[in-house]
């Protein structure tokens, strides 16, 4: 089933800026610090499961490389999945590291394991400033045509590994939390 890629795009911005555009119940979850898996698995009745749609090294966006702070023309580690309550897709994910930075790290081997799960166990965990952007598009999106509202990411470090992790909130979440369109 073939996926649109992720938008690259100048329009992240810090959360403090987008939270008036932002209903409540939305901030509580966009701009949570905490394990977005953990907080899926308590949201719904229905069983979590990641389903991978692509892993492997590639090319840096324009804006991922200056993220990480690499030059443009680096390759990754890159990981998209697709994290999902039930057969619902809830949210949509994209996970790049800089390939230098992947000493010991088992990235590589997660499959359809959670990245969350693996990062969160880690007390040593640090996570940087969260960005924010409002209607990604396009996302990457199911052959069905899934939007994202709002959208996220932040650096995540874990001893010399560093992780770009962005999740981009579907529409369907939204509607299965009856949450507000802003």
Known sequence: ????????????RPAAAQRPLMSTAWWRWVASRDSLTARLRAASTQ????????????????????????????????????LMLGETPWVAARSVAPLTSLHGARLQSLGTGSLG????????????PIEIIRSPAPVLVTASGHTAPWG?????????????????????????????SR
């Open 117 to 128: 799960n693996w990062l969160f166990r880690h007390p040593h965990l640090e996570r940087g």
């Open 47 to 82: 069983p979590f499961r990641v389903r991978l749609l692509a892993q492997g090294i590639s090319g840096a966006r324009h804006d991922e490389a200056q993220a990480l702070g690499l030059d443009p023309r680096a390759r990754l580690w890159r990981r998209e999945v697709l």
């Open 1 to 12: 089933m073939p996926y649109d890629r992720f938008s690259g795009g100048p329009h992240w």
């Open 152 to 180: 996220r990411r932040s650096l995540l470090r874990l001893g010399r590994t560093s992780i770009l992790v962005q999740e981009f909130f579907l529409d369907t979440m939204g509607a299965d939390l009856a949450l507000p």
